[in-house]
Nanobody, 116 residues
């Protein structure tokens, strides 16, 4: 069955870095656009970054541009999010998403807490 499993979350101090990973299985990974979303306490889920099927095109929310980098390895069925210069406002549950037309899959999320 389809699975998206996020890992790499945790507690980090402001200014620090974390790398999130998402392992995909159960579908043809290379045919899906991959995205990272996040949801902070009391807020709506928001799109953080997305990457095209080939990995040749990426887009970012303004709030994370120049700090976060999304990447994928189609041969490994993985997508990652490198997060640098983290701020307290980056605290959220981060979700991996795969989308191809009407097919839309979600992981269960990984918690990132940025605090001193």
């Amino acid at each position: 069955q389809v699975q998206l499993v996020e890992s790499g979350g945790g507690l980090v101090q402001p200014g620090g870095s974390l790398r999130l990973s998402c392992a995909a299985s159960g579908f043809t990974f290379s045919t899906y656009v991959m995205r990272w979303y996040r949801q902070a306490p009391g807020k709506e889920r928001e799109l953080v970054a997305q990457i095209s099927r080939s990995g040749g095109s990426t887009n970012y929310a303004e709030s994370v541009k120049d700090r976060f980098t999304i990447s994928r390895v189609n041969s490994m069925n993985t997508v990652s999010l490198q997060m640098n210069s983290l701020k307290p406002e980056d605290t959220a549950v981060y979700y991996c998403n795969a989308q191809n037309g009407a097919a839309n899959y979600w992981g269960k999320g990984t918690l990132v807490t940025v605090s001193s």
